[in-house]
T-cell receptor, first 114, second 113 residues
Framework: GAGVSQSPRYKVAKRGQDVALRCDPI?????LFWYQQALGQGPEFLTY????????KSGLPSDRFFAERPEGSVSTLKIQRTQQEDSAVYLC????????????FGPGTRLTVL | AQSVTQLGSHVSVSEGALVLLRCNYS??????LFWYVQYPNQGLQLLLK??????LVKGINGFEAEFKKSETSFHLTKPSAHMSDAAEYFC???????????FGKGNQVVVIP
């Protein structure tokens, strides 16, 4: 079956622009996660949804970062007034419910802020 | 908060030799532990996971890992490296009662023919 998909795969933005990154999770997965992966580093947690509810947003680095999942399926991560330090790969993952459930990752969106 | 330590960002191994990637975790309660592999321009793929069942966990592609509570370790091994094992490997921990994964910095594995 189809895995997690993300779009766009690559995004170049000028500093100060707003960007929106999309994640299509695996059908039926109630949990959805966003991670940020800087060059040469492991992924860092940003935020977590269970269905449409955002249960944990403690990893969002600033109030310029905003995520939503209005119908409990597709999610969008929005970054306002992008800065160079926002350049990273943004990974989306989805899973069934349960703490031991495997998180399935998408290919990521590589954001470069000039 | 839980965290993971992976030492040695780059690991070189000869084809056919043992692959050993070390992972130590800190967690206030027994955790769930995971190893993921990442190929260039791809997302992370689960290799194996420990969820408090057997301490020796077997995963895909011939990899296995052993949970040692006394050493707070979850090292990943493969008896014989293959060229296709060249990739980046991440250890991750998920504390009980917490949904997020905390990742180590990763090991870039290079396989030498």
């Amino acid at each position: 079956g189809a895995g997690v998909s993300q779009s766009p795969r690559y995004k170049v933005a000028k500093r100060g622009q707003d960007v929106a990154l999309r994640c299509d999770p695996i059908s039926g997965h109630v949990s959805l996660f966003w991670y940020q992966q800087a060059l040469g580093q492991g992924p860092e947690f940003l935020t977590y949804f269970q269905n449409e509810a955002q249960l944990d947003k403690s990893g969002l680095p600033s109030d310029r970062f905003f995520a939503e999942r209005p119908e409990g399926s597709v999610s969008t991560l929005k970054i306002q007034r992008t800065q160079q330090e926002d350049s990273a790969v943004y990974l989306c993952a989805s899973s069934l419910a349960g703490l031991a459930a495997e998180q399935f990752f998408g290919p990521g969106t590589r954001l470069t802020v000039l | 908060a839980q965290s993971v330590t992976q030492l040695g960002s780059h690991v070189s191994v000869s084809e056919g030799a043992l692959v050993l990637l070390r992972c130590n975790y800190s967690s206030s309660v027994p955790p769930y532990l995971f190893w993921y592999v990442q190929y260039p321009n791809q997302g992370l793929q689960l290799l194996l996971k420990y969820t408090s069942a057997a301490t020796l966990v077997k995963g895909i592609n011939g990899f296995e890992a052993e949970f040692k509570k006394s050493e707070t370790s979850f090292h990943l091994t493969k008896p014989s490296a293959h060229m296709s094992d060249a990739a980046e490997y991440f250890c991750a921990v998920r504390a009980y009662g917490n949904n997020r994964l905390a990742f180590g910095k990763g090991n870039q594995v290079v396989v030498i023919p």
